[in-house]
Structures are given as structure tokens and as C-alpha cells.
């Protein structure tokens, strides 16, 4: 049933939060785990020019180190998590809209589960769940996990 499971990651706690989840369910089944960071260029089009811009949306951000560093820190985190369970895990960075990459991410790849957190990195907690992961909800017919903020 769950062959294929999504984290979609932000690299914030309450993402990191979620991988426990998707990772004990994926030990579970022995699911393939894949790791989505999506770079949000609707976030950056007011500080980052349109060149740059352009650049992001097709790819090439590899020598943008911030933009890649936290990317990769993000799904890095959800694959090394991954391999100390003994795990296949799958990186992957893509640029544009979180919500729209990560329903087209599940449909493109036979994802079985999208596993992720109720909240992310802008830290406010005025809504019930952060608009990225609502937009998911309403975006894709992929089974959602979605883990809540861990209190302390
Ligand atoms: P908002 O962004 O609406 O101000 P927030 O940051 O608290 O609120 P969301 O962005 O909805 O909440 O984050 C909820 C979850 O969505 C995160 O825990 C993570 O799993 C996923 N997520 C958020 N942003 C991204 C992203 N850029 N790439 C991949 N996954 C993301
Ligand atoms: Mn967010």
C-alpha cells in the first residue's frame, strides 16, 4: 500500500518532525522515501531580480549557495534519516509554487503518502495549518499525513 512515501520539507522542526513519522511508517513497509524541498519563488520575487529569478525556476541554482544550501540541508536531513534506517531515499529540489510542486511531485512519481507538518518555517501559528500545507490538502487526491506542531 505505501510503497512510495513524500516529505515535503522546509527544513523547519515541525518538518523535521514529521520525517519520524513518515520514517517509522516507511520502515514499516519498506517504502522508498523521497525528500521534496521546494525553493519559493513567489517568496523571493521581492528580493532576488528577474534574472535570477528565471535562473531559480529552471534549475539552475546550484552555484546560489544559500538558496542550495538550505535546500539540500532540508532534504539532506530526510535521506541521512533515511539511511540509518537502512531506507532508499530520493532527493529532490525543484523551484516555483510549494503546494503546486509538491502535488505535481506525488502525481509524477506514484507517491502512496505525503507525510508533513501542520506548520513550517514562518513559524505563525494563527492558522490551524500553514498555507502550504492546506493548499496541498486541496490540491492533490494522494493520501496526507499531516503532523502537528511537537509541543514542549
Ligand atoms: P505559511 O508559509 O503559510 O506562512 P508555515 O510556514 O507555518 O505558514 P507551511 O509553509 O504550510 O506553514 O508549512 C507546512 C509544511 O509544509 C512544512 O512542515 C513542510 O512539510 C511543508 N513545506 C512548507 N514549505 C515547503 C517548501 N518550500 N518545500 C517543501 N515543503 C514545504
Ligand atoms: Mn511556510
Known sequence: MYEKILVPTDGSDTAENAVEHALDIAEKYDAEVHALYVVDTDSMSL????????????GQFDEMEEVKGKADAATGYVADGAASRGLDAVEHISAGKPHDQIANYAEHNDIDLVVMGSHGRSGVKRAILGSVT???????????????????
Open 134 to 152: 492546506e493548499r496541498t490538502l486541496r490540491s492533490t487526491h494522494v493520501p496526507v499525513l499531516v503532523v502537528d506542531v511537537q509541543e514542549e
Open 47 to 58: 528580493t532576488l531580480g528577474g534574472e535570477q529569478l528565471d535562473r531559480i525556476e529552471q
